[in-house]
Nanobody, 121 residues
Framework: VQLQASGGGLVQAGDSLRLSCVVS????????MGWFRQAPGKDREFLAV????????HYSDSVKGRFTISTDNAKNTVFLQMNSLSPEDTAIYYC???????????????WGKGTLVTVSS
């Protein structure tokens, strides 16, 4: 399974960004699709997870109401719409796949390389 995340960049506080993650290869084990982020000196932080059907979704409290995870099954792509960004959202954002719905990074067996999001004040 290969994952390619994109859509990061430099934005101002209050702006929005949409991240994309294209999944290819043997995707039948990719039941849970998750987004995490990692700021310098910090652990990888769970943000959101979804099934490909979108029937199950979970969000961290830190992004609930601001971020939305969605999928485009025809394009094997998972999105993360991020609104009302603040400097505290600055991090490298990663997408990953897991054989189940999980908020724990250690349970994800495939990761993309990450895309950098920088939010200026």
């Amino acid at each position: 399974v290969q994952l390619q995340a994109s859509g990061g960049g430099l934005v101002q506080a209050g702006d929005s960004l949409r991240l994309s993650c294209v999944v290819s290869g043997r995707t039948f084990n990719a039941y849970g699709m998750g987004w995490f982020r990692q700021a310098p000196g910090k652990d990888r932080e769970f943000l959101a997870v979804t099934t490909w059907s979108g029937s199950i979704k979970h969000y961290s409290d830190s992004v609930k109401g601001r971020f939305t995870i969605s999928t485009d099954n025809a394009k094997n792509t998972v999105f993360l719409q991020m609104n009302s960004l603040s400097p505290e959202d600055t991090a490298i954002y990663y997408c990953g796949t897991a054989p189940s719905i999980s908020t724990v990074a250690a349970r994800y067996n495939y990761w993309g390389k990450g895309t950098l999001v920088t939010v200026s004040s």
